[in-house]
């Protein structure tokens, strides 16, 4: 099978197979809904970071204008 | 037409242009690889999609070495998430020998068989039990050795080349059945 082997391989291994036409808009609103929800997901992280780290810089702050004013 | 390194930088610069390019020219040549594998035509493009997203995504990884080696790159990256899909779906499980074998068919004519359309070829490849067309093709015609094929689907070695000869065996007599069909 080895002559096989190299036939198969010869003939298929840069085979081009023919598209729907459709396949490029599908393919590009595929990678626009991907990127929409990374956007979205890093949003999220950020806020889910950023908001309890803003809310403990204002907790400390108050706490220290607190502690001033004693 | 950009040069392949060129297109590479671009891509990994995030250039739309080159990725639009980038596409035309590989999408089809992945589209048959996935096919290849899967079996299935709208698998194989959700797959070959699949691919190209994750390749525009990890343009970073990609070191250029010479010409040919952004669709080595690609093809070896398209045979992963390949891979990986079969993987979680489940359809890498050993399968029995099947009844499509019979023994005493005469080698066909290597002349006979070059003349066979590639269609033809990759459909007999694709009607192959999923184990074996996977072993088939990442051994054959995408170059990956029993080791790789091995951890990469979750068999022995030896398991490996086992299943590639029963891939083999039921190929030649799909051959021959179609060389015998059209009369070659």
């Not at chain 1, 291994?13 to 490029?24: A, F, I, T, V, W």
């Not at chain 2, 990256?77 to 005493?104: A, F, Y």
């Amino acid at each position: 099978m080895k002559d096989y082997d190299d036939i198969f391989r010869k003939r298929l291994e840069g085979y081009e197979m023919k598209l729907p036409s459709s396949d490029r808009d599908d393919f590009l609103n595929r990678k626009a809904t991907r990127e929409r929800y990374a956007r979205r997901r890093r949003n999220f992280l950020g806020l889910a970071v950023g908001i309890p780290a803003a809310l403990a810089i204002l907790c400390a702050i108050l706490l220290f204008v607190y502690l001033l004013s004693k | 037409m950009r040069t392949e390194q060129e297109l590479a930088r671009l891509c990994s610069a995030g250039d739309r242009e080159a990725q639009g390019e980038l596409y035309a020219q590989y999408a089809s040549r992945l589209y048959a690889l996935c096919y290849r594998y899967v079996a299935d035509r709208d698998e194989a493009q959700d797959l070959m999609h699949d691919a190209m997203i994750k390749a525009m995504d990890s343009f970073k990884s990609f070191i250029y070495s010479g010409e040919g080696s952004l669709y080595a790159w690609l093809r070896r990256l398209t045979v992963n998430v390949v891979i990986d899909r079969l993987r979680q779906m489940s359809k890498l499980r050993l399968v029995p020998i099947d009844q499509t074998m019979e023994p005493g068919y005469p080698e066909a004519d290597d002349d006979a068989v070059d003349e066979i359309p590639a269609q033809v070829l990759l459909d007999m490849v694709a009607a192959l039990p999923s184990v074996r067309r996977t072993v088939f093709n990442m051994y054959c015609i995408d170059g990956f050795n029993h080791k790789d094929i091995a951890a990469a689907i979750g068999i022995t070695e030896k398991g490996s080349a086992g299943i590639l000869a029963k891939a083999r065996t039921q190929l030649r007599s799909a051959v021959n059945d179609y060389l015998k069909r059209t009369g070659r």
